[in-house]
């Protein structure tokens, strides 16, 4: 005879029964996002890159305003005013010409900034399509297409950067094209890697078997699906590209008098370091922070385009 304590016995009126429709038990709790939302989702978790952005924005605002807004042009010169130290009139100063650098150093954000995400962009432009077509092609049309790269990769990018510049003579369009020779190799190398991997997807293989021609499907197949180590590259690009200006200027190849840009205010204000430091202070924050935020942004930019993050 087998002996049951009390509790080993459940009542029914301990439980309360839910009657969930077919409907309810078949949705899924937590919303299925698409590749970039949980991207988007990711990246906005990362406190350090949502800081970065919002100085990044900052400074943005600032070039497109300030200049605006300032009693004061880049160009025009006070002699009574010159070397003045930071007051409320000029907060960051004046140069030796007596130009105020608050005006000077936003305009000169204006073009650095410009010139950055310029460059950054036709690399990536001339690295998708030259790489999409190598990558998709492949054989010894890539064969002959990695070679060329390898030659001009041969060559260090400031030796073609300066050679460029001298020949065209230094200016904002000249500075582009200098920066842009070499800069889209790694660009086309980068999105060839992911054109292989991809090319081979049922999902093209499907399209192929359709008639669908060549270029149509690197540009609505393999381009989308490729695009996330691409703009992590760019994210790079654009302070790499500012620096290479900032360095031009620095030695004499970059915008001409009066035009200013970082690299001009920085080697205008290491001339007089020694005396008046705050010249060469300012655009060297400037410069230093907006790398840094575009850096930041690039690593989580990395950090939310990766598939294997995602869970």
């Not at 460059?119 to 998709?136: D, H, K, Q, R």
């Not at 992590?232 to 620096?243: G, N, W, Y």
Request: hydrophobic share 50%.
């Amino acid at each position: 005879m087998e002996h049951k304590l009390e509790h080993d016995f459940l009542d029914k009126e301990m439980f309360e029964s839910y009657d969930a429709s077919f409907e309810e038990a078949e949705t899924i709790a937590r919303p299925s996002l698409s590749y970039w939302q949980d991207a988007r989702r990711r990246y906005l978790k990362n406190p350090i890159a949502v800081i970065a952005s919002i100085v990044l924005i900052i400074i943005i605002l600032f070039a497109i305003f300030a200049p605006i807004f300032s009693p004061y042009t880049f160009d025009q010169n006070n002699w009574a005013n010159s070397n003045k130290a930071p007051t409320p009139e000029h907060i960051f100063g004046t140069d030796s010409l007596g130009r105020d650098l608050w005006v000077r150093c936003w305009e000169g954000a204006r073009v650095s900034l410009c010139i950055g995400v310029l460059v950054a962009f036709l690399n990536a432009t001339i690295g998708i399509i030259y790489g999409g077509i190598s990558g998709f092609v492949g054989g010894a049309t890539d064969n002959i297409m990695m070679r060329i790269c390898e030659i001009i990769a041969a060559v260090p990018q400031m030796l073609w950067v300066t050679l460029l510049v001298i020949v065209m003579r230094p200016g904002f369009l000249p500075i582009i094209i200098a920066l842009s020779v070499t800069g889209w190799i790694g660009m086309a190398r980068l999105f060839r890697g992911q054109v292989f991997q991809i090319k081979e997807s049922e999902f093209v293989m499907a399209s192929r078997a359709l008639g669908t021609g060549k270029f149509w499907i690197i540009f609505k197949h393999l381009v989308p699906n490729a695009m996330s180590p691409i703009i992590t590259s760019m994210a790079f690009a654009i302070p790499s590209a500012i620096f290479s200006e900032a360095f031009l200027s620095y030695i004499g190849l970059g915008l001409p008098l009066p035009l200013a840009s970082w690299g001009n205010l920085a080697s205008d204000g290491a001339n007089v370091f020694l005396i008046y430091p705050y010249q060469l202070l300012f655009p060297s924050i400037l410069i230093c922070l907006t790398m840094l935020c575009f850096t930041l942004i690039g690593d989580a930019l990395r950090d939310a385009l990766d598939p294997r993050m995602r869970h």
